[in-house]
């Protein structure tokens, strides 16, 4: 089944340790996302890439990156990750323009 | 600043009734709308989206757009205890991103 991955589901990271979470899709999707959610939260969109085309949101820290060397991955980097980042964070792809968007499982992160 | 707004419940309801949902959003230019489904510790799940004013129906959801008074809604009819979940309402911009609204807890009572 086509289908949105995400590595690692949890993951534990010390303060200020580095951390890369990563997205694969089989949708060949030219959108790929990455949000970030809190608790009762709603979704926050960080960045975008339209095919290798990044677009960051303005009130994205520095602190996030991402890479995405082929179609179907898509990474994101944390540099140095404070208790505040501990979030759910979430890949999601799309056909861009004004269609709808799929999400993986998401990846659980905990800073400690 | 570009909003959707929904009332963050919980919604309460029992077996078998009508979850009535609702969603106003901001930006009078939005052509996209959708309705996604989210468990708790899960990643949303889209149920739903319309693009033109009126109904939409599948299965037992219907969603209902009104681009004039800028309200869009979800109908979940016979609800199920499995129903219970945060239900998102998600807005495209004009630059083709999501904006999310909060959510709305629903309960479906046994």
């Given amino acids: ?112 | 600043q570009k909003e959707v707004e929904q009332n963050s419940g919980p919604l309460s309801v029992p077996e078998g009734a009508i979850a009535s949902l609702n969603c106003t959003y901001s930006d009078r230019g939005s052509q996209s709308f959708f309705w996604y489904r989210q468990y708790s510790g899960k990643s949303p799940e889209l149920i739903m989206f319309i693009y033109s004013n009126g109904d939409k129906e599948d299965g037992r959801f219907t969603a209902q757009l009104n681009k004039a008074s800028q309200y869009v809604s979800l109908l979940i009819r016979d609800s199920q205890p499995s129903d219970s979940a945060t239900y998102l309402c998600a807005v495209m911009d004009s630059s083709y991103k999501l904006i999310f609204g909060s959510g709305t807890r629903l309960l479906v009572r046994p």
């Fill in chain 1, 1 to 112: 089944d086509a289908m949105v991955i995400q590595n690692p589901r949890y993951q534990v990271t010390q303060f200020g340790k580095p951390v890369t979470l990563s997205c694969s899709q089989t949708l060949n999707h030219n959108v790929m996302y990455w949000y970030q959610q809190k608790s009762s939260q709603a979704p926050k969109l960080l960045f975008h890439y339209y095919d290798k085309d990044f677009n960051n949101e303005a009130d994205t820290p520095d602190n996030f990156q991402s890479r995405r060397p082929n179609t179907s991955f898509c990474f994101l980097d944390i540099r140095s990750p404070g208790l505040g980042d501990a979030a759910m964070y979430l890949c999601a792809t799309g056909t861009g323009k004004s269609y709808e968007q799929y999400f993986g499982p998401g990846t659980r992160l905990t800073v400690t």
